[in-house]
């Protein structure tokens, strides 16, 4: 019953900016812990960033530090990646994920539920 929808993603020059959004449906995110994971050819899926649903704080990878913002917007029941600063390094699919209960917010174990994935490729 769990559906999310991922979009925002394409092409961009590096140190352009783009934002991410991905739409949820069947769950509430303010009561979710959510995240955001992205996969380049011939690598493993890796986090970016989380949002955790009993204070709303927000995790980052070290490597999206200072440039990359998750967000949510509760009214509409989405939540966003802003990135800015954008290195062809950001190049992959990313995802939004739904986490599990004390699941480890870091790992793609912690999270129960998938979306689709956007295509987000920087060139130089």
């Known amino acids: 019953q769990v559906k999310l929808v991922e979009s925002g993603g394409g092409m961009v020059q590096a140190g352009g900016s783009l934002r991410l959004s991905c739409a949820a449906s069947g769950l509430t995110i303010s009561t979710s812990t959510m995240g955001w994971f992205r996969q380049a050819p011939g690598k493993e899926r890796e986090f970016v960033a989380t949002?955790?649903?009993?204070?709303?704080?927000?995790y980052y990878a070290d490597s999206v530090k200072g440039r990359f913002t998750m967000s949510r917007d509760n009214a509409k029941n989405t939540v966003h990646l802003r990135m800015n600063s954008l290195k062809t390094e950001d190049t992959a699919v990313y995802y939004c994920g739904v986490g599990r209960y004390g699941g480890t917010y870091y790992t793609e174990s912690g999270y129960l539920h998938w979306g689709q994935g956007t295509q987000v490729t920087v060139s130089s």
């Open positions: 949002i955790r649903w009993s204070d709303g704080n927000t």
